[in-house]
Nanobody, 125 residues
Framework: AAAGVGGGFVQAGGSLRLSCAASGFTAKYYGIGWFRQAPGKKREGVSCIRPDGSAWYGDSVKGRFTISRDDANNRVYLEMNNLKPEETAVYSC?????????????????????WGRGTLVTVSS
């Protein structure tokens, strides 16, 4: 499983750091993707880190979000800066395909599996 924590309440323009702990597998051998889901909306890919450490970012978060991986602790982090009210959502992490290839289907990444309940991020205006 991959469990994401670190959400909370923040004002617009603020920052949060989310943490994803992988269990049962070694994160550095897979793509680890963050996605979010707002009420009434479909899941949206936010950022993903590949085994080689390279990253993919959704267009709306480029320049504001940074994904990183701690191989010693089998964790992946998502640093989110300059948050916007429309980014209020439940953020989750998942094991995904090694290329971090995105999908237009129900799941934002191909081969998405092993994700936890997610963590709520609320951005006030």
């Amino acid at each position: 499983a991959a469990a994401g924590v670190g959400g909370g309440f923040v004002q617009a323009g603020g920052s949060l750091r989310l943490s994803c702990a992988a269990s049962g597998f070694t994160a550095k051998y897979y793509g680890i993707g963050w996605f979010r889901q707002a009420p009434g909306k479909k899941r949206e890919g936010v950022s993903c880190i590949r085994p080689d450490g390279s990253a993919w970012y959704g267009d709306s978060v480029k320049g504001r979000f940074t994904i990183s991986r701690d191989d010693a602790n089998n964790r992946v982090y998502l640093e989110m800066n300059n948050l916007k009210p429309e980014e209020t959502a439940v953020y989750s992490c998942a094991r995904v395909n090694t290329q971090c290839a995105t999908s237009s289907g129900t799941d934002p990444y191909y081969s998405m599996q092993y994700w936890g309940r997610g963590t709520l991020v609320t951005v006030s205006s």
